[in-house]
């Protein structure tokens, strides 16, 4: 009775092994609801790949944390550092850290007064400076970055590399890249090593034969964990069925039924996301077009859900509750029996589950 995520072991695992031997230096990102998966078991997972470098060829000495609230949990399961992906701030949790983990920890710093301030803070603090890339969300200028070599002077002083966090859909990162790196070795800063999201394996290739001399270490998140969707399958348990006439009335708000058909009450709602959208940023005419089409179904009161029965994606009866949908089944489609699972399209980096089963 429950929103679960099945994983086909062998498989899953099988692709992580391959995206870590694809990517030397990889940094496993592990942020947020874990991927669908929780940070605790990505956490465990990026310690069994630590455990078989022999396997992959690629010893796994960092992961990425989104948070320093998230360091405590991922801590007690991997033993490797742990790159903070939020910048360093003179408050709140950037300052209250555990002594225990202190010495693993890897922070992020965007700004040239927080270079200073965490430096003051914890002369031993081991860092990585976050360059402005067309993202434009954190980052230094390649001024700000000259400013910051000169305040680290000849030494490395706990730098750890430059990280760079790139947009997504553009043709090609290479000529930000290049720019990018052109700016380090103007700066003077004491590094050689790279940070970087979102380029692909031509793209980390070219880099390595351009730039022999840097270290370029890919962050990777959703590629890696998300990356075979085969191996996974999202289930929703059928709670409840009730026939219904068009006319009859249902729901918290009393709406009337458009045509003959059954109810089906699944579990899955807003407490797991279901139903919550987030912008997708695509400003395609098509992606125009379909929000149009989902508003005027809405207006109605027809909308499309995630939940599919028998490859056929079913209309949301009413909005989802918090931990149940309740779904339109017309006359003449096969309704589902209480108790059987049907398959659900989620958002896994928005969704949390009931369960996760691997086998």
Same mark, same amino acid.
């Given at each position: 009775?429950?929103?679960?995520?099945?994983?086909?072991?062998?498989?899953?695992?099988?692709?992580?092994?391959?995206?870590?031997?694809?990517?030397?230096?990889?940094?496993?990102?592990?942020?947020?609801?874990?991927?669908?998966?929780?940070?605790?078991?990505?956490?465990?997972?990026?310690?069994?790949?630590?455990?078989? #470098?022999?396997?992959?060829?690629?010893?796994?000495?960092?992961?990425?944390?989104?948070?320093?609230?998230?360091?405590?949990?991922?801590?007690?399961?991997?033993?490797?550092?742990?790159?903070?992906?939020?910048?360093?701030?003179?408050?709140?949790?950037?300052?209250?850290?555990?002594?225990?983990?202190?010495?693993?920890?890897?922070?992020?710093?965007?700004?040239?007064?927080?270079? #200073?301030?965490?430096?003051?803070?914890?002369?031993?603090?081991?860092?990585?400076?976050?360059?402005?890339?067309?993202?434009?969300?954190?980052?230094?200028?390649?001024?700000?970055?000259?400013?910051?070599?000169?305040?680290?002077?000849?030494?490395?002083?706990?730098? +750890?590399?430059?990280?760079?966090?790139?947009?997504?859909?553009?043709?090609?990162?290479?000529?930000?890249?290049?720019?990018?790196?052109?700016?380090?070795?103007?700066?003077?800063?004491?590094?050689?090593?790279?940070?970087?999201?979102?380029?692909?394996?031509?793209?980390?290739?070219?880099?390595?034969?351009?730039?022999?001399?840097?270290?370029?270490?890919?962050?990777?998140?959703?590629?890696?964990?998300?990356?075979?969707?085969?191996?996974?399958?999202?289930?929703?348990?059928?709670?409840?069925?009730?026939?219904?006439?068009?006319?009859?009335?249902?729901?918290?708000?009393?709406?009337?039924?458009?045509?003959?058909?059954?109810?089906?009450?699944?579990?899955?709602?807003?407490?797991?996301?279901?139903?919550?959208?987030?912008?997708?940023?695509?400003?395609?005419?098509?992606?125009?077009?379909?929000?149009?089409?989902?508003?005027?179904?809405?207006?109605?009161?027809?909308?499309?859900?995630?939940?599919?029965?028998?490859?056929?994606? +079913?209309?949301? #009866?009413?909005?989802?509750?918090?931990?149940?949908?309740?779904?339109?089944?017309?006359?003449?489609?096969?309704?589902?029996?209480?108790?059987?699972?049907?398959?659900?399209?989620?958002?896994?980096? #928005?969704?949390?589950?009931?369960?996760?089963?691997?086998?």
């Amino acid at each position: 009775m429950s929103l679960t995520l099945t994983v086909d072991g062998e498989r899953w695992r099988a692709h992580l092994r391959s995206v870590v031997a694809q990517n030397p230096g990889i940094v496993p990102v592990t942020k947020g609801n874990g991927y669908g998966f929780g940070l605790a078991r990505l956490a465990r997972r990026a310690q069994w790949l630590a455990d078989h #470098a022999d396997e992959t060829g690629a010893p796994l000495d960092t992961i990425a944390v989104g948070t320093y609230d998230e360091i405590e949990q991922m801590a007690s399961r991997y033993s490797g550092d742990l790159l903070v992906l939020t910048p360093w701030r003179p408050f709140r949790a950037a300052l209250d850290r555990d002594a225990r983990t202190a010495s693993r920890v890897v922070h992020t710093v965007s700004r040239p007064e927080d270079l #200073a301030g965490l430096r003051a803070h914890d002369p031993d603090a081991r860092f990585v400076l976050e360059q402005l890339t067309s993202m434009r969300r954190h980052g230094m200028t390649r001024r700000e970055l000259a400013a910051a070599a000169d305040a680290l002077g000849g030494e490395r002083s706990g730098l +750890r590399g430059v990280a760079m966090h790139l947009p997504l859909n553009t043709t090609s990162h290479l000529g930000e890249v290049t720019r990018l790196i052109n700016d380090i070795v103007a700066s003077g800063l004491p590094t050689r090593t790279v940070f970087v999201s979102h380029l692909t394996h031509a793209e980390m290739t070219s880099l390595a034969s351009s730039y022999p001399d840097f270290t370029v270490r890919p962050r990777i998140g959703t590629d890696l964990w998300l990356g075979d969707r085969g191996a996974l399958r999202v289930g929703a348990t059928v709670l409840d069925v009730h026939a219904v006439d068009r006319g009859d009335t249902f729901g918290y708000r009393g709406r009337s039924v458009p045509k003959d058909g059954h109810i089906v009450v699944v579990s899955g709602g807003t407490a797991h996301g279901i139903g919550l959208e987030a912008p997708t940023g695509d400003q395609s005419l098509r992606a125009r077009a379909a929000t149009l089409a989902r508003g005027g179904l809405d207006a109605v009161g027809f909308v499309r859900s995630p939940f599919s029965i028998d490859g056929k994606q +079913r209309l949301f #009866a009413e909005p989802p509750h918090m931990q149940a949908s309740m779904l339109f089944v017309p006359s003449g489609a096969r309704v589902p029996r209480v108790g059987e699972d049907i398959e659900v399209r989620v958002r896994f980096t #928005a969704t949390d589950f009931d369960r996760v089963v691997v086998s």
